[in-house]
């Protein structure tokens, strides 16, 4: 039995990018994996590609018909065979170490049942400043996701019994991370070990207003379900302030750090205000 499972669903990958993703796996330094391809492309699929790897661990099948990411994702949940899940994107780049530093992780702590990494954006090059503690990571859920879904490794007992939610789709990662709060702990490692590849056929450019309306459901049912969090976001997190006169004239904005007060604006009703915060 292995002891991880990697987990990539592909869909019409380009070429070069799945094959330098397979490689980046096969590079890992903790070889104690299986590496589950699921084709969900059955009439242009990727079989060659993969075929060309001449490496036992890796396991391609395809779907006899297209079945979505959510499902597929599902499939591969109850293919596994690995105490721990690594979640793998079909044009990302996890860096060498990346399952090693994962895995003693996971083997030192317990109680922790999902562990992330810092990124970096390819070709960009701005790297990820996410939050490690599982308080922070909680409490920023209430506004965002947290965790870098393909950069993350979870244990089997966990997503087995948790498993993605389709009417979420394509955020049903942000939707299961919420799902997890309470059930189990967040980790993110401070190390970049992963490399995030941005391009215009990326699902955050091909479905971001499908992505954002999905996000802003999950947030309002996650803040419901948990107000304490969602009240300890307000009073810490980091946010900026702007204000307008009569709502259309702008008077400027401010940073602050912790949740703003109103004061002695609720007497000034023709000023409105409104709060972003920079965890989003």
């Known amino acids: 039995m292995p002891k991880v499972s990697v987990l990539m669903p592909i869909y019409q990958t380009h070429p070069e990018y799945l094959k330098a993703t397979i490689q980046s796996i096969l590079n890992q330094t903790f070889k104690d994996f299986e590496f589950l391809i699921l084709d969900d492309c059955p009439m242009n699929t990727r079989e060659e590609v993969?075929?060309?790897?001449?490496?036992?661990?890796?396991?391609?099948?395809?779907?006899?018909?297209?079945?979505?990411i959510t499902p597929s994702r599902n499939k591969l949940v109850k293919m596994a065979k690995g105490k721990y899940l690594a979640v793998m994107d079909h044009d990302d780049i996890s860096l060498p170490k990346r399952f090693e530093k994962q895995v003693q992780f996971l083997d030192k702590h317990p109680e922790v049942g999902v562990v992330g990494c810092q990124y970096q954006i390819?070709?960009?090059?701005?790297?990820?400043?996410?939050p490690t503690t599982?308080?922070?990571?909680?409490?920023?859920?209430?506004?965002?996701?947290?965790?870098?879904?393909p950069s993350s490794m979870i244990r089997a007992n966990v997503l087995k019994k948790d498993p993605y939610k389709a009417e979420f789709s394509p955020s049903e990662d942000y939707a299961l991370w919420c799902d997890l709060i309470?059930?189990?702990k967040f980790y993110n490692l401070p190390e970049t070990l992963f490399h995030y590849h941005l391009h215009a056929a990326n699902t955050s450019k091909t479905q971001s207003t499908k992505m954002q309306n999905t996000a802003k459901k999950i947030r309002t049912i996650a803040r419901q379900k948990h107000p304490e969090l969602w009240q300890k976001f307000q009073d810490t997190a980091?946010?900026?302030?702007?204000?307008?006169l009569f709502g259309i004239i702008p008077l400027g904005k401010f940073e602050q750090l912790g949740k703003y007060k109103k004061g002695f604006?609720?007497?000034?009703?023709?000023?409105?205000?409104?709060?972003?915060?920079k965890h989003s």
């Open 50 to 68: 993969v075929k060309s790897f001449k490496d036992k661990r890796i396991k391609y099948s395809k779907n006899k018909k297209n079945m979505g």
């Open 122 to 130: 390819v070709p960009n090059g701005r790297k990820s400043r996410l």
């Open 134 to 149: 599982n308080e922070e990571i909680q409490m920023g859920l209430m506004q965002d996701c947290m965790i870098l879904h």
């Open 182 to 184: 309470g059930k189990t």
């Open 238 to 244: 980091p946010h900026i302030l702007r204000m307008k």
């Open 265 to 277: 604006l609720k007497y000034l009703p023709f000023i409105t205000t409104k709060i972003k915060y």
